[in-house]
């Protein structure tokens, strides 16, 4: 009986998709719905999360509310943080609910996990938060958008600058799952290939309160930069407990991944002087301070992170593609994403390439000391632009979706 | 840097110090399970919890209240003994004469409901909580730097540790304690209010775990699962002490710590897990735990 069931609902699929398929032009089921998968609760809340709908919403305001005459619908869910929570909510939204494109993306598992199932149906993945060059590279689809900043330009922007000014000798403290084993493998290569070495590492579960031990093991290992490949609350509490033990006094601590919710929450005395790399800052010019001047009205004052900036952007990218082909047809509109440049207060200098990597400006930019700051949200001083090809390094010809 | 046989000996002695750090929660925690289990017989899976709402009632009282680090370290334990005392005379009284199982499974259940409704209210993501200003900064030991405040965890804890143990081992209101809960019908013959030393037992339990998440405040950061990371442990370091021992449990909280520093300098991956190597190998050669009576 149950068999038979099934059989009945997969002709009736077969027939919807045939259905849809003869009508390719204009929007299937007469909407265009971007489905927003975040950490809303746990160590990455705060830097997309709740944030990361409202930048979705404000894109859809912005834009019009409708695209070719029909509604965008904004769902949300909650991942978690778990692969699997991830996957099923989007495998729900693309199968029964219509969803035809996913952003927001944070923990890189999950990431990883959400694009097969999204490259299955063929539908967008725009990755505003996930830092792991995976998408791009060894897991690239046709289907991914890789929007705000990965591994690689964290690595060329904030480790590469380190070890041609000498600093040699590198232990990682890494956060135990896909984006840390990620990024601290990219830093690694980038250290290598200017000369330095790494003389240790250690990797600490993601959500780790205790970093003490994780500390100590960095100070008798002689190194000239104890580097943090981690995120969020983790970042937060490793540098916090690297100042308590008196690290940061003997060598150079930097972090890999700094958004600025977690440098705000950071005493300056701790983390004032850290140099590092990020895709967005609120306080950049007059376009993002105004951008993000409506954003904190709308979310209560927390300042954007950079991941959703990238949101913003990326929805906005994705609408104006639907609009100028007349579809939603993944295909067509990838195709016009990539055809055209991403130009806000986000993006600069940028453009998606074949291989889903959204290249533009990146920052390098110095955690300010106390007596530097004019305000609660005058967090970072700008170093550097770092030009986009320089940060994320080239394509891979397998990657290369034309 | 020293080395002796190819060990670096400053690494070494720093893992072993963090360890003893580690292992003074473990002995508070320990000590507060062991209390409870020794003289009601009930095995509290609350006693996380409250290690969590210690954390966070200092929190709270900080954010809002205005009452400082000291302050907390004084009212919160006796708050969290409160909320014990309340939960002892109205959830666990009345199924007192039942079976084991279901205290525990009670206790349990209250553990979910509070983790759940913090982090409904709070987040997961943890808040802040700064080192008072009079255990700011440290001192530079020949093998590690150490924080004051981490020296002041292991101060507090043994203080706090062995002036539990002496009252209840070595005083007369000890000797009722334990009378009290081996022969309570005798005792009440006496004219001893058992049912109160019952409740003020318990109450007293629970305030060791407030006391330890005010401790754990600053270092740790707060959050609503704190308390379920350590319970498992500290319910393994319980097992390995012996059911009940009060002396047990506090030599067996540090010690643990300390073995857990040695695993993380020699093998880091084995870490998370030698506490429970510890527990079977003592359940399979001794089962009464270390410095339990066998039965």
Known sequence: MKSMKKSLLT???????????????????DKVKIGVLADMGGVYAD???????????????????????????????????????????????????????????????????????????????LISTSASHAFTTKACSPYNAHWTYNVVALANGT?????????????????????????????????????????????????????????????????????????????????????????????????????????????????????????????????????????????????????????????????NAVKAVGTDESDAVMKQMKATQPNDFFARN????????????????RIKNADERKGENDIFALEKVIKGEEAFGAMLAQCNFK | ?????????????????????????????????AIIFGLLKIINFAQGAMYMLGAFAAWLALQYLGINYWAALIVVPLAVGAIGILMERYLLRPIANEDHLYSLLLTFGVALILQGLFTHMFGSSGMPYNIPEELKGGSRLPFMYLPNYRAWIIIASLVVCVSTWYMIEKTKLGAYLRAGT????????????????????????????????VMAAPVYSVSPEMGSNMLIVVFAIVVIGGMGSIGGAILTGLG????????????????????????????????????????
Not at chain 1, 63 to 75: C, N, S
Not at chain 1, 196 to 215: C, I, M, N
Not at chain 2, 10 to 26: A, K, M
């Open chain 1, 11 to 29: 002709t009736a699929m077969m027939t919807a998709i045939a259905a849809s398929g003869a009508n390719a032009a204009g929007l299937s089921d």
């Open chain 1, 47 to 125: 830097i997309c999360g709740k944030g990361c709908v409202e930048a979705v919403k404000m894109a859809v305001e912005d834009f019009g509310g409708t695209v070719l005459g029909k509604p965008i619908e904004v769902v949300s869910a909650d991942d978690q943080n778990k692969p699997d929570v991830g996957s099923a909510k989007a495998r729900e939204w693309v199968e029964s609910q219509q969803v035809d494109a996913v952003t927001g993306l944070v923990s890189s598992a999950v990431t990883g996990a959400v694009t097969k199932v999204l490259t299955d149906a063929k539908k967008i993945a």
């Open chain 1, 159 to 319: 480790v590469k600058p380190m070890v041609q000014a000498g600093k040699k000798k590198w232990f990682f403290i890494t956060a135990d799952y896909a984006f840390g084993h990620a990024l601290e493998k990219v830093a690694s290569g980038v250290i290598a290939n200017n000369g330095g070495e790494v003389v240790g590492k250690v990797r600490a579960p993601l959500g780790t309160t205790d970093f003490s031990s994780y500390v100590l093991q960095a100070q008798s290992s002689g190194a000239d930069v104890v580097a943090l490949a981690n995120a969020g609350s983790d970042f937060v509490n490793s540098l916090k407990t690297a100042a308590e033990f008196g690290l940061t006094e003997m060598v150079d601590v930097a972090g890999l991944l700094v958004f600025t919710p977690n440098a705000k929450a950071l005493d300056p005395t701790i983390a004032g002087g850290m140099k590092l790399t990020t895709g967005f800052y609120w306080d950049y010019d007059e376009e993002t301070r105004k951008w993000s001047q409506r954003f904190m009205e709308r979310t209560g004052g927390a300042i954007p992170a950079m991941g959703q900036a990238g949101a913003y952007s990326a929805t906005m990218h994705y609408l």
């Open chain 1, 350 to 365: 940028a453009t998606l390439r074949a291989d889903g990597r959204m290249v533009h400006d990146m920052y390098q930019v």
């Open chain 2, 1 to 33: 840097m020293a080395t002796f046989l190819g060990i670096n000996l400053f690494g070494l002695f720093g893992q072993l110090l963090v360890g003893l750090i580690n292992g003074s929660f473990y002995a508070l925690l320990s000590l507060g399970l």
């Open chain 2, 182 to 213: 081996e022969n309570p019908q005798l005792m009440q013959a006496f004219g001893i209010n058992v049912p109160l030393i019952v409740t003020l037992t318990f109450g007293f339990g629970v305030g060791l775990a407030g006391f330890a998440g």
């Open chain 2, 256 to 295: 643990m710590g300390v073995v857990e520093g040695l695993t993380k300098y020699f093998y880091p991956e084995a870490s998370t897990t030698i506490i429970f190597l510890v527990m079977v190998i003592v359940l399979l050669t001794k089962p009464a735990g270390l410095f339990g009576k066998e039965a």
